[in-house]
Each structure stands twice: as C-alpha cells, then as structure tokens.
Nanobody, 117 residues
C-alpha cells in the first residue's frame, strides 16, 4: 500500500505559476518498473495524463503542457514535483498524484488548480 499526499494547488491568474508536490509513504523509485506522475480531471472531462517520471528518470508530458510544465523527483524525500508555468484557463482541473508500482496503482486525494482572472 502506498499513500500519496498532494499539496500546492490554488488560484492563479493566466500566465502565472504554481508548484504541486506529492509525498509518497515509501520510496517508489527503488524499483525500476515503477513510476510516478500527475493526472488531471476537468469538470465533464476524463482524467488525463499530465506528466510522469520513471524510476530511470525518463519523463513524458501531455502535448498541451510541453514546454510549460516540468516534473521532477527527490528520491531522498520520496517526493515528485510538478512545476507549472505560463498557466492557461484550460489548465483548470483537479490534479491527482499517481504511483504506478509492481504492487498496484495508487492515487492521491487530488488538489484543485484554478486559473482565472
């Protein structure tokens, strides 16, 4: 079992920045097959992948956030961070931390990001 706790959501104006953090209850990246990432779900839409990072350090991004969002990890602190810059109205959603492990898939409780003027 893995517990994931997100922090850092909030209200920001278009063009602004936010930083989301996710703390895992254990070291996800100690196993090569594991990965962590961020998904988001806007009202009336399906949950979609935003960014993910593997144990080997490879990263993937949704086309809509490439060049604006950066995912990183701190193995010592068991945390994954999503730096979001140049935020747009369409980035408004609930953002969920995700851990994909050989023992299962785990989700955080979600944190709201609202981009509004």
């Amino acid at each position: 079992q893995v517990q994931l706790v997100e922090s850092g959501g909030g209200l920001v104006q278009p063009g602004g920045s936010l930083r989301l953090s996710c703390a895992a209850s254990r070291n996800i990246f100690s196993i090569n097959a594991n990965a962590m990432g961020w998904y988001r779900q806007a009202p009336g839409k399906q949950r979609e992948l935003v960014a993910r990072i593997t144990a080997g350090g490879s990263t993937d991004y949704a086309d809509s956030v490439k060049g604006r969002f950066t995912i990183s990890r701190d193995n010592a602190k068991n945390t994954v961070t999503l730096q979001m810059n140049s935020l747009k109205f369409e980035d408004t959603a609930v953002y969920y931390c995700n851990a994909q492990t050989i023992s299962g898939i785990f989700w955080g409780q979600g944190t709201q990001v609202t981009v509004s003027s």
